[in-house]
């Protein structure tokens, strides 16, 4: 990890691609309902809010494993919703 801004920019990448996916397969499918797809895009959203509330907290032990498992967490639940947009089909 080279520092805070990368982590909050690979959260934007990351949580913004999945975003993007998710208007992409509602457009794709216009004739399907958009429920699913739009609790997605709201999971997608409080995770970005998690987790940079998490990179923006002041209290931190080890700076070094905080970010560590920040990013690990990002990697799951980016892997989780995901899953969930290849559910939709």
């Given at each position: 990890?080279?520092?805070?801004?990368?982590?909050?920019?690979?959260?934007?990448?990351?949580?913004?691609?999945?975003?993007?996916?998710?208007?992409?397969?509602?457009e794709a499918n216009s004739d399907k309902d958009t429920k699913k797809s739009?609790?997605?895009?709201?999971?997608?959203?409080?995770?970005?809010?998690?987790?940079?509330?998490?990179?923006?907290?002041?209290?931190?032990?080890?700076?070094?494993?905080?970010?560590?498992?920040?990013?690990?967490?990002?990697?799951?639940?980016?892997?989780?919703?995901?899953?969930?947009?290849?559910?939709?089909?």
């Amino acid at each position: 990890m080279a520092n805070v801004r990368d982590l909050k920019r690979d959260i934007n990448y990351v949580l913004g691609d999945i975003i993007e996916a998710v208007y992409i397969w509602e457009e794709a499918n216009s004739d399907k309902d958009t429920k699913k797809s739009e609790a997605i895009i709201d999971e997608a959203i409080a995770t970005f809010d998690e987790l940079i509330a998490k990179v923006n907290a002041k209290d931190i032990d080890n700076p070094k494993a905080h970010f560590k498992s920040i990013n690990l967490e990002l990697e799951s639940r980016g892997k989780a919703l995901i899953d969930k947009i290849n559910k939709l089909g």
